[in-house]
């Protein structure tokens, strides 16, 4: 059985063990500096090489940071592989923690994440976001 790819995204100081650690700066366990916020970032080839790669994705505390979460989405869709997971956490956007950190964009509810999948980004269709993730 070929080893599975998993992706902590926006890792900062929390990497983890066995899986591939991506985050803006360098630092402790960060295998690889990339810049997550926008359409043009990109993963390693010693991570994956296109489309159909990736296993797993985790970003802890990282999407309510975008300005751009659809390209970040967008792109992360396109990485996965079919049947591929992706474990987001955010703080509820009901919680005080939503708001409490002035560097937060915007918050997240439970509905938030359904925009992720078809059909719901269709009532948008001028955000040319295309991903299709199943949203548990």
């Known amino acids: 059985m070929a080893e599975l790819t998993m992706v902590n995204l926006g890792c900062g100081g929390r990497p983890f063990h066995g899986w591939w650690n991506v985050d803006g700066v ?3 366990g960060v295998d690889y500096v990339q810049h997550l916020d926008g359409s043009g970032w990109y993963l ?4 994956a090489d296109g489309p159909d790669t990736v296993d797993r ?3 802890i505390h ?3 940071h975008m300005r751009y979460p659809l390209e970040f989405m ?3 869709w396109w990485y996965a592989k079919d049947g591929a997971r992706f474990d987001l956490v955010v703080p509820h956007g ?3 923690e939503a708001w409490g950190d002035p560097t937060h964009v915007r918050p997240y ?3 938030s994440f359904d925009y992720f999948a078809r059909p719901m980004h269709w009532m948008n269709p001028q955000s040319g976001y295309q991903g299709d993730w199943d949203v548990v």
């Open 109 to 111: 509810y439970e509905v």
């Open 26 to 28: 360098k630092g402790p």
């Open 62 to 64: 990282v999407i309510e």
């Open 74 to 76: 967008y792109r992360a």
């Open 57 to 59: 994705f985790a970003a």
């Open 94 to 96: 009901s919680n005080d």
């Open 44 to 47: 390693s080839q010693k991570t």
